[in-house]
């Protein structure tokens, strides 16, 4: 009896570490998020909020899933070279500016874009910083 339960706890504690093992692209995009919350915090959360709701009139809310998903390409160019067109969310115009951030390196580009698409309700997934130089390339 002794060696059931003893087996009984062994595989157990098996399973359980296994099953809270997380892959290799979990770490990352964790990694990536811890990064990008700190990034957003210092250069983003004044105007977008510290849970995305946006500035009033001024700046937008992140919370949007719809205009974040259909503009994710898009969200290096407007990190790395600011915006001066509005943008419509939930159905509101926004017609600030959104201001420059050219030397955030790609990869603080990319945390930030990890943060805020999984974040204020967004589950976006991972945004590689291999990917920036792209994106960027796209909006010259």
């Known amino acids: 009896m002794r060696k059931i339960i003893l087996f009984a706890l062994f595989s157990i504690t098996v399973c359980c570490i296994i099953y809270s093992c997380q892959s290799a692209g979990e770490i990352e995009q964790a990694k990536?998020?811890?990064?990008?919350?700190?990034?957003?915090?210092?250069?983003?959360?004044?105007?977008?909020?510290?849970?995305?709701?946006?500035?009033?009139?001024?700046?937008?809310?992140?919370?949007?899933?719809?205009?974040?998903?259909?503009?994710?390409?898009?969200?290096?160019?407007?990190?790395?070279?600011?915006?001066?067109k509005g943008v419509t969310i939930h159905g509101k115009k926004y017609e600030g500016k959104m201001p420059a951030f050219e030397k955030m390196a790609d990869i603080d580009v990319a945390q930030v874009i990890v943060y805020i698409t999984n974040s204020f309700g967004n589950k976006q997934g991972m945004y590689k910083y291999e990917q920036v130089p792209f994106d960027l390339e796209k909006c010259k």
């Open 32 to 84: 990536y998020l811890t990064s990008g919350k700190d990034i957003y915090i210092k250069n983003c959360q004044n105007c977008h909020g510290a849970n995305g709701e946006g500035l009033g009139e001024l700046a937008p809310p992140l919370t949007d899933t719809i205009f974040l998903k259909a503009n994710k390409s898009q969200l290096a160019c407007i990190i790395k070279n600011g915006s001066s």
